[in-house]
């Protein structure tokens, strides 16, 4: 006979629960062997997972005791909570309902009339006594004032609840918050918490008093027993109450296997404790007691006829005399045994008890279980717990607030968002002279007048250094900071600048815009957001969010139609443009391809090929803005090729020419303006030409000017400011530039500077007609501003750094008119020493009639 290990550690393998799926267990009997064995197999265990040993012979006088005793109201295996592992213990709702039904057949009123008792199911009087006998029994508030194991039980499942129902709550209430307007700081939380506290009283109900479980009476497999659909608790009361003795023996028994079943049940979508429970219960019987033996063969037959599987492992002292094992088998190890059974349960599943020869257990007083796992397992569950309950309300209210500091999240190695500290924004170094100074303006505000707050939406933050995106937004601020020193030296209301930084690309504009929407929420001294300067999906979901919370939007560069277009087509009334739209610019293309590009004749639209920027994720608007604007005019037939790299560019760029194009239509960002002019030069013949739009501007004259643009081609396009006025063409522009050399700032984008400026001074301008009335403090200035800005200019054009301008008198559609464009190139002559741009004409864009949103474009060429 091989040896063997101690036999507890046979048990303590049938008592591991697998991850996965739960195995059957047999009852084990031990046979020939001293009274008091099966105890000492299963004590090491006691403690460590739901346990009962009823000791005394004959204290239990019946199985309905027995089973009062193991799974009552004060049951030892619902007593038994596991330590060290947070796990509540087993609770027992529908065994102490049956017990319950079953122990009011002995509670006869004293008032009851001379009939029958217990009365018939379908007696309204019976049916009345036990309505109030089941509300004083389970009712919450009695069961939770007599038991405090019922308050304990209550509290860990609103626990449960919270965990499960307060982030998918969140998650929800951040969902439908995109479409709520006036509660903006409170939606989500309000939205959670009502959510929350609906789904946790609910839980509360159906599983303290145990109603979730209830339909199982009118499930389970023994159909004389079974509560009827529609049938009232105290009805079925009386059911029970008339029902035989094996008839309630059976059906307890099968209540107590169902509620362990329920208590280890892995629900696959609920985060139940069940998950952490990493052993079976244990229950230790003892088959010469005549109760015992009698629930032993009560538990054989339920398990027979209802094919129920327990989470429970039974030791049984069993016959002092052994069963002898047959004369062709050799003599097994326990353990040798155990597999057998298990493997027979596979095949075709064997009788539910396992007998074990008492000579053959080995029990040793070193024996320890390992159950180090076991402990893991439950940490691990309550890990998840808190992940889950954590993880929603920190995503949805600032993914990572750590590093980031209130109101801003890290995504991309940027921390964006809103935040006045500018350590915590940690800028571009460009920028800082300049931010630095816009710090030392607010601080230096007089507080004795109505301050108001200006927010500047744009890129302070690049993830890659090589990306240079913060000239534009060097320029827009120091536009602003131009305005906001000027106009507060006027020694009225105030203007304070605070920052929303979007990323780079603007990919978290909607983050930054719902953090500037939270914190205008209620201050009525919110006056606006200034920048948006690019055309890309995410400033569209920007401006959604601003807009609904009647939030005015200025963007400085963003030109794109398609833009403003963000409830279903129509666009956003907030929504106010300061730079011609690419519209104007398409058109300004068709007019100057019909006279010629310079040193050059008119252009066929066959021989123009127009090159879309298309990123992988759709999200840019810009490039296919413009190119759509081409294809509603006289050019529609131009061809088409789509890029998504820098490589792609290239070979498509080479396309074109192979196509006999004559000009290539530049449409997209600058970033890619190197690369058509290398493949342009390597690639076609010397009479193709470069015509670009107006995003190259700021890239191409600061790559002239270090003279380190690829082969100096000649390149003409459009800019939406007179390049040739950098200097100080007005003088607003010479009050910006002041500012600029007083700062020592480098690298400003000037186009982006009087842009800045002039989206401040139409703010100003619309602050002062509200000043012009009697107003009072709690008017809400962001509305009156959006109201005071449409026809702005209208009776008196406003004079600003990038020209004259007007706001039109349109419902809808809200852009400062007139606006130029100017046409340049860049002279690629043999020996030429000019880096500079070269004027060769101007547009000018304005209303066809005042009031619509439909514009003319005039142009001048020489």
């Given at each position: ?457 744009g890129v302070l933050t690049t993830s890659h250094p090589g ?226 739009g107006d995003d190259v501007t700021e890239k191409l004259a ?92 209208v009776g008196g054009l406003i004079q600003g750094a990038s ?60």
């Amino acid at each position: 006979m091989p040896s063997e290990q101690d036999s507890r550690e046979v048990v303590e393998g049938l008592l591991r629960r697998p991850f996965w799926r739960d195995l059957p267990l047999p009852v084990l009997v031990v046979t020939g062997a001293r009274a008091g064995v099966a105890a000492q197999l299963a004590e090491r265990f006691k403690g460590r997972l739901p346990y009962a040993r009823p000791e005394k012979k004959s204290a239990n006088k019946s199985l309905v005791e027995l089973v009062d005793a193991l799974a009552g109201a004060n049951g030892a295996l619902g007593g038994n909570t596991v330590g060290s592992t947070l796990l509540p213990a087993p609770r027992f709702p529908l065994t102490e309902f049956v017990l319950w039904a079953r122990a009011q057949r002995d509670k006869k009123p004293e008032q009851w009339p001379n009939v029958e008792w217990p009365p018939s199911p379908d007696s309204r009087p019976g049916q009345e006594e036990l309505k109030h006998r089941f509300s004083a029994r389970f009712g919450v508030r009695p069961s939770l004032r007599a038991d405090s194991r019922k308050r304990w039980a209550a509290g860990d499942f609103l626990v449960r609840a919270a965990v499960f129902f307060v982030p998918v709550a969140t998650v929800v209430a951040w969902w439908l918050d995109t479409g709520i307007t006036d509660l903006i700081p409170l939606a989500p939380g309000l939205l959670a918490l009502l959510l929350g506290v609906g789904a946790i009283a609910l839980q509360a109900v159906r599983f303290i008093r145990g109603t979730a479980f209830s339909r199982w009476f009118r499930r389970h497999q023994y159909k004389d027993l079974r509560r009827t659909a529609g049938e009232s608790r105290p009805r079925y009361a009386l059911q029970l109450m008339s029902a035989s003795e094996p008839e309630i023996e059976k059906l307890l028994v099968y209540a107590m296997l169902e509620d362990l079943r329920q208590a280890y049940r892995k629900w696959p979508r609920i985060p139940w404790p069940s998950w952490g429970r990493g052993l079976y219960a244990l229950l230790v019987l003892d088959e010469g007691d005549p109760v015992h033996a009698r629930f032993l063969r009560v538990l054989d037959e339920v398990r027979y006829e209802t094919n129920i599987v327990p989470p429970l492992l039974v030791i049984v002292d069993g016959p002092a005399q052994p069963v002898p094992p047959p004369a062709d088998r050799e003599p097994r190890s326990i353990g040798e045994d155990v597999e057998d059974w298990r493997s027979r349960v596979a095949l075709r599943g064997p009788e539910p008890r396992l007998r074990l020869a008492g000579d053959k257990l080995v029990l040793t007083d070193t024996y320890k279980p390992r159950l180090r796992g076991v402990k893991a397992r439950a940490v691990g569950y309550w890990l998840a717990m808190v992940a889950l309950l954590l993880a929603p309300p920190l995503y949805v209210y600032g993914s990572n607030w750590f590093g980031c500091g209130p109101g801003m999240m890290w995504a991309e190695q940027q921390c964006v968002g809103l935040s006045d500290n500018l350590a915590e924004i940690a800028p571009d170094p460009s920028l800082m002279p300049i931010l630095e100074r816009i710090k030392q303006q607010n601080e230096a505000i007089d507080t004795r007048q109505r301050v108001i707050t200006v927010f500047y939406l744009g890129v302070l933050t690049t993830s890659h250094p090589g990306d240079d995106q913060t000239g534009g937004s060097a320029g827009e601020l120091s536009g602003i900071a131009a305005r906001q020193g000027a106009y507060n030296r006027l020694g009225s209301w105030q203007i304070k600048v605070e920052l929303a930084n979007s990323g780079q690309y603007f990919r978290h504009a909607e983050f930054a815009a719902r953090m500037i929407r939270q914190r205008a929420a209620g201050d009525p001294d919110v006056a606006g957001v200034i920048g948006v300067a690019w055309s890309r999906t995410e400033t569209q979901d920007a401006i959604r969010v601003l807009s609904d919370a009647h939030i005015p939007i200025l963007s400085t560069t963003n030109s794109a139609d398609l833009t403003p277009l963000v409830y279903h087509g129509r666009p956003s009334p907030y929504f106010f443009r300061m730079a011609a739209p690419n519209s104007a610019q398409a058109r300004a293309f068709e007019l100057w391809l019909a006279h010629g590009l310079p040193g050059g004749k008119p252009v066929a639209p066959r021989r123009v090929a127009v090159l879309v920027e298309r990123d992988a994720e759709d999200r840019e608007l810009y490039s296919k803005d413009l190119a759509d604007g081409l294809a509603k005019g006289p050019y529609a037939s131009a061809g088409q090729y789509p890029f998504a790299n820098q490589d792609e560019l290239a070979s498509k760029v080479d396309l074109a020419c192979q196509d006999g194009a004559e000009v290539l239509l530049y449409t997209g960002r600058a970033t890619f303006l190197n690369t058509v002019a290398d493949t342009r030069e390597h690639q076609c013949a010397a009479k193709v030409q470069i015509l670009a739009g107006d995003d190259v501007t700021e890239k191409l004259a600061q790559l002239l000017v270090k003279e380190d643009f690829t082969n100096k081609p000649a390149i003409s396009f459009v800019a939406l400011n007179d390049m040739r006025q950098g200097q100080g063409g007005n003088r607003t522009q010479t009050e910006i530039e002041n500012w600029i050399a007083s700062v020592k700032a480098t690298g400003v984008s000037r186009v982006h500077a009087w842009m800045g400026y002039d989206a401040l001074l139409a703010v100003t301008s619309a602050i002062n007609k509200i000043k012009a009335s009697d107003v009072d403090e709690s008017v809400n200035i962001a509305e009156s501003v959006a109201y005071n800005l449409r026809g702005l200019g209208v009776g008196g054009l406003i004079q600003g750094a990038s020209g004259k301008f007007y706001f039109s008198e349109d419902a809808e559609s809200h852009a400062a008119l007139p606006r130029g464009l100017w046409l340049f190139s860049t002279d690629s002559a043999a020996g030429s020493s000019d880096n500079g741009p070269v004027p060769r004409g101007s547009c000018t864009v304005d209303e066809k009639a005042p009031g619509t949103a439909e514009l003319e474009v005039k142009c001048s060429f020489g």
